[in-house]
């Protein structure tokens, strides 16, 4: 299961050196996952940690998980894990910490590399699931030791500490990125709650009642449909009251109903005052025609 780095100067590697040093070869596969190791290297050691995760991964697949996939970017600077759509770094993993990697000559598809943590100081071991690139992907690892350490001997050891810097550096630009995706997930979480706040107080169905348009003295048009309305003028002053029209009788000082003779009833007057009304009601009928 080990893959033994040779530094031989006729050895045949698959990329170009500008192409792991300036850039990054990248490689798509899928992560069982890590975990803890007692040491930095070994056949054995590597062997325990892939029987270990697939059984996990077993566990998790039977429940309706599936296996996450993900993108590797390898350079002479190390070896980076990103989600593959959104390209944030899930893991970055710096060559000079990188203390053994093999690819599985039982099962093609299987490679894994043994990190030591920059924060807890544990060694870890990260399995992968490759198809078709398992061996492709160690030669590739392996190609940049090779050209990370022609690099250092021709720097003198200066560039150990330039590479020091720029990983402390990247380290520091991913923990900054974690912060602000935390800050902007808070933020959104602010504001869905000030929505639901907002729905919850406002009145449900709600209008804001429009004032009626008004002339040029200020009064409010006449419409024969519409009811009387209680919303003042712009001077301030409340429009006077529409005057209903009632059908009861109207009554004097006393209580008594007003007197109309020709209201009356035939039998409430004497025959010769009965007969002297009947005269003038004529009269005042004859006045009304002709007018």
């Known amino acids: 299961m080990n893959r033994a780095f040779s530094r031989k100067k006729d050895k045949t590697w698959m990329h170009t050196p500008e192409a792991l040093s300036k850039h990054y070869i990248p490689y798509n596969a899928k992560f069982l996952g890590s975990t803890e190791v007692e040491q930095p290297k070994g ?12 059984f996990a991964r077993h566990i998790k697949k039977s429940e309706g998980q ?20 959104t390209k944030e770094v899930q893991h970055n993993c710096q060559l000079h910490r990188i203390s053994f990697c093999a690819d599985d000559k039982t099962d093609k598809r299987i490679f894994t ?40 001997l021709e720097s003198g050891g200066k560039d150990v500490e330039t590479r020091k ?18 800050l902007k997930n808070k933020v959104q979480d602010l504001e869905s709650q000030l929505r639901v706040t907002q729905v919850s107080t406002s009145p449900a169905g709600s209008v804001t009642p429009k004032s009626p348009s008004t002339d040029i003295f200020d009064m409010i048009p006449f419409s024969p449909v519409s009811h ?4 003042p003028t ?16 109207k009554r004097d000082l006393f209580g008594a109903e ?12 004497p025959p010769d005052i009965q007969s002297k009304l009947d005269e003038m009601q004529r009269q ?6 002709w007018d």
């Open 258 to 269: 007003p007197f109309d003779p020709f209201n009356c009833g035939a039998g409430d007057f």
């Open 284 to 289: 005042r009928w004859r006045g009304s025609k």
């Open 113 to 152: 590399f043994i990190c030591k943590d920059s924060e807890s100081n544990k060694h870890l071991c990260y399995v992968f699931d490759s198809e078709k690139c398992a061996e492709e992907i160690t030669l590739t690892i392996g190609q940049a030791f090779d050209l990370a350490y022609r690099k250092f």
């Open 228 to 231: 009387p309305s209680s919303t």
């Open 234 to 249: 712009r001077n301030g002053t409340q429009p006077p009251p529409i005057p209903s029209r009632s059908t009861e009788i």
């Open 66 to 85: 599936k296996i996450p996939k993900v993108e590797l970017q390898i350079s002479i600077y190390g070896v980076k894990i990103l989600e593959p759509k």
């Open 43 to 54: 056949t054995e050691v590597v062997r325990d940690a892939v029987r270990k995760l697939k």
């Open 165 to 182: 810097q720029i990983a402390g550096l990247q380290k520091r630009i991913q923990d900054l990125e974690a912060e602000n995706m935390e």
